[in-house]
Nanobody, 123 residues
Framework: QVQLVESGGGSVQPGDSLRLSCAAS????????MAWFRQAPGKEREFVAG????????DYADSVKGRFTISRDNAKSTVFLQMNSLKPEDTAVYYC????????????????WGQGTQVTVSS
């Protein structure tokens, strides 16, 4: 069993930055592909970014490329999402997920999920 706990969400203005964290516990973290998804009201949950256990491969949705950066600290079993130049359309609940498939962009490809953290971007 794996537990994922997100933190770092909040309410910010357009152009601001936020850093989300996801702490994992329960079993070996270092071999898993970790990802961030988000879900806006009335919309499907969508892939945002993912990272391999080594950190050498990082995948991003087109909508966040150049603005968001995913990273991980295996010693602390934590994955991060640095979000810069935030836009109102980034408003959503952000979820951390763990799964065995590198590069997976579908929710069905992930076994474990956190409870989510709200990010609101508004002027």
């Amino acid at each position: 069993q794996v537990q994922l706990v997100e933190s770092g969400g909040g309410s910010v203005q357009p152009g601001d930055s936020l850093r989300l964290s996801c702490a994992a516990s329960g079993r070996t973290f270092n071999t898993a592909y970790m990802a961030w998804f988000r879900q806006a009201p009335g919309k499907e949950r969508e892939f945002v970014a993912g990272i391999t256990w080594s950190g050498r491969r990082k995948d991003y949705a087109d909508s966040v490329k150049g603005r968001f950066t995913i990273s991980r600290d295996n010693a602390k079993s934590t994955v991060f999402l640095q979000m810069n130049s935030l836009k109102p359309e980034d408003t959503a609940v952000y979820y951390c997920a763990e799964g065995p498939f590198v590069g997976g962009i579908r929710t069905s490809q992930y076994e474990y999920w956190g409870q989510g953290t709200q990010v609101t971007v508004s002027s």
